[in-house]
């Protein structure tokens, strides 16, 4: 069972980073004049990586445990 949280932490990290990345595109959209609302979109996907990163870290947690 601790390879398959390990397994699913790693999944989260490699997640994590690519919201990360996706946010980074929409600030610079942001900087660029983008059409629409591109900051209001990292902002979403910043807190969405928040949640990635907080799920990350509890189930480190669970293997303490």
Do not use: C, F, N, W
Not at 4 to 26: K, N
Request: aromatic share 2%.
């Amino acid at each position: 069972m601790a390879g398959d949280v390990e397994d699913l932490r790693q999944r989260l990290a490699d997640i994590s980073s690519e919201i990360g990345d996706l946010a980074l595109a929409r600030l610079r959209a942001a900087l660029d004049g983008a059409e629409g609302d591109p900051a209001a979109q990292e902002r979403r996907l910043t807190r969405a990586r928040r949640s990635v990163d907080k799920a990350y870290h509890l189930l480190g947690q669970a293997e303490d445990v």
